[in-house]
């Protein structure tokens, strides 16, 4: 059997794509070099250039390339050094351009003006938002990538204040939470609304270890949470990154990828009911990679999304494969 995420694993299952003319900015992936599985320029040309029209994409932080050296609260600013050297590279080249850069700082430090400034000098004009995750892992055992956010972090006024400042100085703010997290968010989210805010991963519901079978439960709570959410003006949603293993779908423990089909099949109703609560011009489909190509191919993957909003307009379509992540993300 091949090994679950490899080229190999992956090109098991291949299909014709769907509508390759349609214009896509991905607006979540992630870059790093780590020993034997670096994530770069290259690879991420790879998958945007596996046939789908992927013209932009947005690097959101991910603890890559971190200062070594130095006070912790600068230490993000290596990630981004790294990463907009990748995107000056990708403005070079025929592939998809790294057009936008979410990088990370504590929002609840003293000193957050001064690493935001610092972002903005060394982003040479690409750097976009913020994230600082509150993901708060109750049971880290079960997870492969457990969050290790502090409990009560939407809570904290200092971080509120931090997500405040964004907003005034119109940044966007970023997050990763659990499913559990989202009644928090949404507290979070109203009281700062005139920031940009974009939940990732849906509130990433959990279908492993103690959450493995609660699916139906968990969901039906989660649509209540979504449209709560969605109440909120200021909140945009990215609709992505339910491939993770965590999310238990388990399609990283078969001989074979899924389809695109089998993938609407487990995770259509994700997506149309947050498209649903928000509307298509507040919601930005996401890759998530590579963190989900552990479970499924890139052009697998926009294929599966293609099937899932093939009912909507021309119009609908090209705002959630384009439009809300340009002007969302100003690129």
């Known amino acids: 059997m091949a090994t679950p995420g490899s080229p190999e694993w992956l090109e098991l299952v291949s299909e014709e794509i769907i509508d390759p003319v349609q214009r896509i900015i991905d607006p979540h992936h992630h870059l790093w070099i780590r020993p034997g599985n670096d994530y770069v320029l290259e690879n991420l040309w790879q998958d945007t250039g596996s046939g789908h029209n992927v013209e932009k994409t947005v690097f959101v932080e991910c603890h890559a390339e971190y200062l070594k050296e130095g006070p912790d609260h600068l230490k993000p600013l290596g990630e981004i050094r790294f990463v907009v050297s990748q995107a000056e590279l990708s403005a070079l080249g025929v592939g998809s351009e790294i057009a936008g850069i979410v990088a990370h700082a504590d929002l609840t430090h003293e000193a957050l003006r001064e690493v935001l400034d610092a972002h903005v000098n060394l982003g040479e004009g690409r750097f976009r938002g913020i994230r600082h995750a509150a993901a708060h892992a109750e049971h880290p055992e079960a997870l492969l990538i457990a969050g290790r956010a502090p409990a009560g ?159 909507f307009s021309a119009s609908e379509r090209d705002a959630m494969f384009y439009g809300t992540a340009a002007r969302t993300y100003k690129i």
């Open 153 to 311: 972090l939407y809570q904290r006024e200092e971080f509120r204040a931090g997500v405040r400042l964004l907003g005034e100085l119109d940044y966007t703010y970023d997050t990763w939470h659990y499913h559990y997290q989202n009644q928090d968010f949404c507290e979070l989210a109203r009281s700062a609304p005139g920031t940009t805010m974009i939940l990732d991963h849906f509130g990433t519901p959990l279908g492993v270890g103690p959450y493995a079978d609660k699916r139906a439960e968990i969901f039906e709570q989660w649509k209540l949470d979504m449209a709560d959410i969605a109440n909120c003006d200021n909140v945009v949603a990215k609709i992505g990154g339910l491939a993770m293993p965590d999310n238990g779908f388990n399609w990283h423990s078969r001989e074979l990828p899924p389809t695109s089909d089998e993938f609407v099949a487990a995770q259509r109703d994700y997506y149309l009911h947050t498209i649903d609560c928000f509307g298509p011009d507040r919601c930005m489909f996401e890759s998530n990679f590579p963190v989900d190509k552990f479970s499924i191919s890139y052009h697998v993957l926009f294929n599966g999304f293609k099937k899932i909003v093939s009912d």
